[in-house]
């Protein structure tokens, strides 16, 4: 059996260099670092989980930027979510995610998270759209940000469409098992758009500087305050052209109760420029505390096999092995198959005699009815595992059948997430891939690091290549085993 292929390398291009910044990467990189040189002007107490930075041109924002890129100097995240709003195409109550596995900058590729965005793609309001998987500035002016400050990381870049109430619950919900310590998540957005250029004159006169001012702290004191309802009600009062306003409430029904959020920096292009009969205001604030825990999804259905179907199966394996032995012995009738036997399911037959392997062969996706899957794979960890001859007659009353029904796969952020002696675990790395079920490591003996190391070596790679870098995902599994009196012995 080999675990699923890693997707086919597609690199997207960003095109903003030259237009949002200088297209000398040499350049770019030293003024990106005297501006991160400068001193933060706010140090939150407490490691930051999140940030919500502005995505204009660099000669605008980036100083504004550096107030929360200076906070991740010296922090290292797996994973950096990038949440930006849709300024080209019209996307109600949707969010679109490219399917690529890098992006290339100014500054070298980054690697996608092409397992968490598989994942949210099987959720109702995430998809795909290859009209929009690259050119969406208001994610990508972030990425050679993040890279000066992060160097490695997984991305996943997500384009918010305009939103309903419900449709802001819905992505927070859909986001939430990608939180955890190693995920760093980013907002992109500007804040008010003032002027005939975009259609929004509130006000006007000798005090727009400071009524500009005054609006968008008002905004953000409701940000402050994870107050939600709060913000959109604001924004739908005022009519305040924030751009990733959506963007913005679905990091707000993200947060947890111990979260705090904190203004780093504030600024307008009509202060840079002194032009203040079009102007965007631009700020960067940084959320402390650690994301709120995610309930562990509901087992899968297939693990919840009542005692008569857990029987059936396993007579269905053992009357399936003996009859390709013993074709002249007539089997006992077949009992009749639940709908729980018909769903799909993941499914490892495993056999062993005396106490060691003797054919182990199964599938990890839900591809075909429980029942089926267990069958085929019968024939297969009997007859075909071609670490073994095929089972002979002779030994058969010895041998001991073991069948494992296996929960859909999900990705993990860390390595450290997997549990010893629940999970299986899946390795891809470098186009290479193995798989452990949840029995091995404890029946082995080995602790999570050296489990890892046996699944890299399995995976035909270096013992430590785990730790540079891997991509895991697990799985849980319903052991099934033959009672004495069913065996053949």
């Not at 693990?303 to 006992?332: H, K, M, N, P, Y």
């Amino acid at each position: 059996m080999s675990p699923r292929n890693p997707p086919a390398r597609r690199v997207l291009q960003s095109q903003l260099a030259g237009a949002w910044f200088t297209a000398d990467p040499v350049r770019l990189r030293l003024e990106l670092e005297e501006v991160l040189s400068a001193p933060p002007k706010t140090l939150p107490p407490g490691p930051v989980s999140a940030l919500i930075l502005p995505h204009a041109g660099y000669a605008y924002c980036a100083p504004v930027a550096a107030g929360g890129l200076q906070l991740l100097r010296g922090r290292s995240f797996r994973r950096v979510l990038v949440l930006g709003p849709s300024h080209r195409a019209y996307l109600p109550d949707r969010a679109v995610l490219p399917k690529a596995t890098h992006f290339q900058t100014i500054f070298g590729e980054i690697p996608l998270d092409t397992g968490a965005l598989d994942a949210l793609r099987l959720v109702p309001g995430f998809g795909s759209d290859p009209k929009l998987d690259s050119g969406e500035h208001s994610v990508e002016i972030l990425f050679p940000l993040l890279q000066m400050v992060l160097k490695e990381f997984l991305l996943v870049p997500v384009v918010i469409g305009q939103l309903s109430d419900a449709a802001v619950q819905a992505l927070a919900q859909g986001l939430r098992p990608l939180l955890n310590p190693d995920t760093l998540v980013v907002v992109s957005s500007d804040f008010t758009h003032y002027g005939p250029r975009f259609d929004y004159l509130p006000f006007t006169g000798p005090d727009v500087p400071r009524q500009i001012e005054e609006l968008d702290r008002g905004a953000f004191e409701f940000i402050r305050r994870k107050d939600l309802a709060g913000f959109r009600n604001s924004v739908r009062q005022t009519g305040a052209t924030i751009c990733g306003r959506d963007a913005i409430s679905v990091l707000l029904a993200m947060l947890g109760g111990e979260q705090q959020i904190h203004l780093l920096r504030y600024d307008t292009s009509g202060h840079r420029t002194g032009d203040w009969e079009n102007t965007v205001s631009y700020l960067s604030a940084a959320v402390t505390g650690p994301w709120p825990a995610v309930a562990a999804p509901e087992p899968s259905a297939a693990l919840c096999l009542s005692e008569a179907d857990r029987r059936t199966l396993l007579q269905r394996v053992r009357q399936t092995i003996e009859a390709r032995l013993f074709s002249s012995r007539a089997g006992a009738p077949a009992a009749p198959l639940s709908p729980a036997l018909l769903q799909p399911a993941g499914v490892f037959v495993t056999l062993q005699r005396r106490g060691r392997l003797r054919g182990c062969i199964g599938e990890i996706e839900a591809r075909r009815p429980l029942v089926e899957a267990a069958v085929a794979h019968a024939i297969h960890a009997a007859f075909e595992d071609p670490r073994f001859p095929p089972v002979s007659p002779r030994e058969w009353p010895e041998v001991e059948i073991e069948v494992s029904v296996l929960s859909p796969p999900r990705s993990v952020a860390s390595w450290k997430e997997i549990e010893i002696g629940r999970h299986g675990v899946l390795l891809f790395k470098q186009g290479r891939s193995a798989v452990f079920l949840p029995q091995v490591a404890p029946e082995q003996g080995w602790d999570l690091p050296e489990t890892l190391r046996q699944l890299s070596r399995k995976a035909g790679l270096p013992s430590d290549a785990w730790e540079q870098g891997a991509d895991f995902e697990v799985f849980e599994a319903l052991l099934l085993h033959e009672a004495p009196d069913e065996t053949g012995g």
